[in-house]
């Protein structure tokens, strides 16, 4: 009989050995768990257009079942630079600056990947989405991270001051996840000021394009000759379409930067689920189906806001993205994650806390993320609960 080998080896170095699981994750577990409203991991609770569904139904059943090509269907690719230039007036390559992604976070990471060698500093600006800072030190890079400044809005100067010769790569995101403030045309003249002369890489995370709210147009780092030159630019549908699930977004980049994204692209998706990519090409070809997004999104704000007058939170300003942040100082000292997680217990609210998306939370911050991506009846029944804390 054979004796079942021991491991002699030491356990195997962790490359993230301060990285638990996703707060996300964490906290949409916790709801279940406990069968509370989910306001936490950001995704919708409403039905698709069914269109849509019938266009991934129908590209299946039409035999659109293999891999696509490396970069991306060429029909989406060319659909892609159409919305682009139809917003953004600028139309970059389907051939070569355009790539379809397994979603937002595998374009973040590839786009790192490519381009980050081992000791190059990257500026990331906190609160910053929880994948940002674990894929720079996996590929050996040095997160330098900085604070957005008073009310969550962009502070250049913070920036700047981080900015040394070692800085490979300035990373942004609007509109913001967690804070859900946007930055503005203003801001993106005083990054290309900062960035001129030097040789970083922008990587621009605007997945929440089209939730910009009260008027404001989308600023866009496409939008800056001088930006976009030097950016990776990463988008998602499950966003826009209501599709989170689906995990399929694109980066756009000048050709020199995208083939090298390319590189990695190749040997880590090689190519995005075709059926998919077939429906989302002959979908976003009708600018209603997403031009309506924003109003859509802001009737919800401002429903969950208006609901939350009657509460002890007290809101921050929530200019875009699906995600409203409040302070809860009035109710309770105790730290987010515990607050988060007693909510979750006692009240059935779900809700993100934030200091997971800071390398150092600020002391005595008390900031909870709602997501308002739901149902008219699951935000009243979530304000109804959180009116009681
Ligand atoms: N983007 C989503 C959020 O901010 C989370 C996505 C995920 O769980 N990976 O809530």
């Not at 698709?48 to 991934?56: C, F, G, H, R």
């Not at 995101?173 to 003249?189: C, S, V, W």
Request: glycine residues 6%; proline residues 6%; aromatic residues 10%.
């Amino acid at each position: 009989m054979r004796m079942s080998s021991r491991i002699t080896r030491a356990p195997i170095a962790s490359k993230l050995p301060h990285v638990g699981t996703t707060i996300f994750t964490v906290m949409s577990r916790l709801a279940q768990e406990c069968g509370a409203i989910n306001l936490s991991q950001g995704f919708p609770d409403f039905p698709i257009d069914e269109k849509l569904s019938q266009l991934v139904d129908a590209a299946m059943r039409s035999g659109h079942n293999q891999y696509a090509p490396m970069a991306g269907l060429p029909a989406l690719r060319e659909a892609i630079a159409d919305k682009v230039q139809r917003l953004y007036g600028f139309r970059y390559d389907p051939d070569t600056e355009i790539t379809v992604a397994s979603g937002g976070t595998q374009a973040i990471f590839t786009a790192i990947g490519a381009v980050v060698h081992p000791g190059d500093e990257v500026i990331i600006v906190d609160p910053a989405y929880d994948c940002y800072s674990p894929t720079v030190e996996l590929f050996g890079g040095k997160p330098v991270h900085v604070r957005l400044g008073n009310d969550m809005k962009f502070d250049a100067d913070a920036v700047q001051r981080a900015i040394t010769p070692r800085t490979r790569m300035l990373m942004i995101n609007t509109p913001h996840n967690p804070a859900g403030t946007i930055l503005r045309d203003a801001d993106m003249k005083r990054i290309a000021e900062l960035l001129r002369g030097t040789d970083i890489i922008l990587l621009s995370d605007e997945v929440y394009e089209h939730l910009v709210f009260d008027g404001e147009p989308h600023a866009s780092v496409i939008n800056h000759p001088e930006l976009r030159e030097r950016a990776f630019v990463i988008f998602s549908f499950g966003k826009v379409f209501h599709t989170t699930g689906w995990k399929m977004g694109y980066a756009l980049a000048p050709k020199t930067l995208m083939a090298e994204f390319r590189k990695v692209h190749q040997f880590n998706v090689f190519s995005v689920h075709t059926p998919t990519q077939h429906a989302m090409a002959a979908y976003m070809q009708e600018p209603s189906n997403y031009g309506t997004v924003a109003a859509f999104y802001q009737a919800k704000r401002d429903r969950f806001a208006a609901g939350m007058k009657d509460s002890r939170f007290r809101l921050l300003p929530c200019e875009g993205s699906y995600f409203q942040t409040a302070d809860y100082s009035a109710i309770s000292s105790e730290d987010d994650m515990a607050f988060a997680q007693r909510v979750t217990r006692e009240f059935g609210v779900a809700t993100i806390p934030l200091s997971p998306f800071y390398k150092d939370p600020p002391k005595g911050q008390r900031l909870l993320r709602f997501c308002f991506a739901k149902q008219d009846a699951t935000l009243d029944a979530a304000i109804e609960k959180l009116c009681r804390i």
